[in-house]
């Protein structure tokens, strides 16, 4: 390759931080928004909780709901708030079937940067500026809440959790992030995207814990992405989860990143080729 004397080619690392750090900036602007949007999502918190524990209020002192006490039910719906904040996908598959739409993504095909994971650096700029700003009103309410937190024993159960999230929201953009592609084939993906959080939303232990379901159907779950999204990290966040149970739990929600991957690599590519033929 021929390199024009005086100009400088950033590396590959340095390239995608400098995506980064733009998506930064961008999202700072919306900072105002997020702070809203995270104080007014505390408010069905609120009521759910009111709710469990108006429910658990006719059972005898330590009752449980399937396996869970008042005070394990209350602390699993803090942590689903504090996961989904640091790992929920924002606007990120609207943008996606944007540039598809609206061939913005030629410029990707014509320089050396890749689009996923250019997208995944604008995902992660958002995630780091919601997460932070939405720090304030969630930090104030699980602290009015504390008697009822509870986290994983040790410095090993800590990091296990921090793993297990980190890979919840890789697999959560990474399921977004194909199910936008669909705009290769369709005008209009909302639909779908639509279809895939109803999906998400019902089967991910948003709702309730998947456990208190009939046995059956908790397994039948469990082998699906969306458990692995947020009702499994935050299982782990809470310490429910040890030995054989952990270690096959972190395996499978490897493989579904793994396979998820692959699937986004082979939707793109097979979209490109539709792509092309129509613009060209």
Not at 55 to 71: E, H, K, S
Request: aromatic share 14%; hydrophobic share 55%.
């Amino acid at each position: 390759m021929t390199t024009v004397p005086g100009v400088h080619r950033p590396g590959l690392p340095a390239k995608y931080l400098h995506v980064l750090s733009v998506g930064l900036q961008n999202t700072l602007v919306y900072r105002t928004n997020f702070l809203f949007r995270a104080a007014v999502g505390l408010v069905p918190l609120a009521a759910t909780l009111f709710l469990w524990r108006s429910v658990y209020a006719d059972q005898p002192p330590g009752g449980l709901i399937g396996a869970y006490t008042l005070a394990q039910m209350v602390s699993y719906y803090l942590v689903v708030t504090v996961v989904d904040s640091v790992t929920a996908v924002a606007e990120d598959d609207w943008q996606i079937a944007a540039d598809i739409k609206d061939g913005a993504v030629s410029q990707f095909l014509l320089k050396p940067l890749d689009y996923l994971a250019y997208r995944f650096c604008l995902y992660l700029s958002g995630r780091v500026v919601y997460t932070g700003v939405a720090l304030v009103p969630v930090a104030c309410f699980l602290w009015s809440q504390r008697e009822f937190l509870v986290g994983p024993a040790g410095a090993a159960g800590w990091a296990l959790a921090a793993v297990s999230v980190m890979l919840a929201a890789v697999l959560q953009f990474l399921i977004a992030y194909t199910v936008a592609l669909l705009a290769f084939w369709v005008l209009d993906v909302s639909t779908f995207i639509f279809i895939q959080f109803a999906f998400e939303y019902l089967a991910s232990g948003h709702l309730f814990p998947l456990d208190i379901l009939p046995p059956a159907l908790h397994r039948a779950l469990m082998w699906t992405p969306y458990p692995y999204l947020l009702y499994f990290p935050v299982e782990v966040s809470l310490g429910r989860l040890a030995g054989g149970d952990l270690g096959r739990g972190l395996a499978v929600q490897a493989g579904w990143v793994v396979l998820a991957f692959l699937l986004a690599r082979f939707v793109w590519s097979r979209g490109l080729r539709r792509y092309t033929a129509v613009g060209g």
